[in-house]
Nanobody, 123 residues
Framework: QVQLVESGGGSVQAGGSLRLSCVAS????????MGWFRQAPGKEREGVAS???????TYADSVKGRFTISRERDKNTLYLQMNSLEPDDTAVYYC?????????????????WGRGTQVTVSS
């Protein structure tokens, strides 16, 4: 059974940094498209970043240049380095995975989800 567990969320001031981690278990990590999504109160879940099996990455325009997605295959771990955080980045962040050769930043595309970790950025 696929299991994704996020960690690393917290509260920071604007301009600060956080690194989120997602540990995957129960399947072959290397062949999957992995993504980070976020959902703020009253808003739809939106794609933040994805990384495919060849380490190709995609970012939402709102986080380009500030966030970096990466994966460590021998640890089955996905990361999201978040720098220059802004209050609008406040949300619950979710890790997601799907067996696919390519990635898209659409929540319905992904079949496995973690429970999320809260990120709060104060001004």
């Amino acid at each position: 059974q696929v299991q994704l567990v996020e960690s690393g969320g917290g509260s920071v001031q604007a301009g600060g940094s956080l690194r989120l981690s997602c540990v995957a278990s129960g399947y072959d990590f290397s062949g999957r498209c992995m993504g980070w999504f976020r959902q703020a109160p009253g808003k739809e879940r939106e794609g933040v970043a994805s990384i495919d099996r060849y380490s190709g990455t995609t970012y939402a325009d709102s986080v380009k240049g500030r966030f970096t997605i990466s994966r460590e295959r021998d640890k089955n771990t996905l990361y999201l380095q978040m720098n220059s955080l802004e209050p609008d980045d406040t949300a619950v962040y979710y890790c997601a995975a799907v067996v696919a050769s390519y990635c898209i930043l659409r929540a319905s595309y992904y079949s496995a989800w973690g429970r999320g970790t809260q990120v709060t950025v104060s001004s």
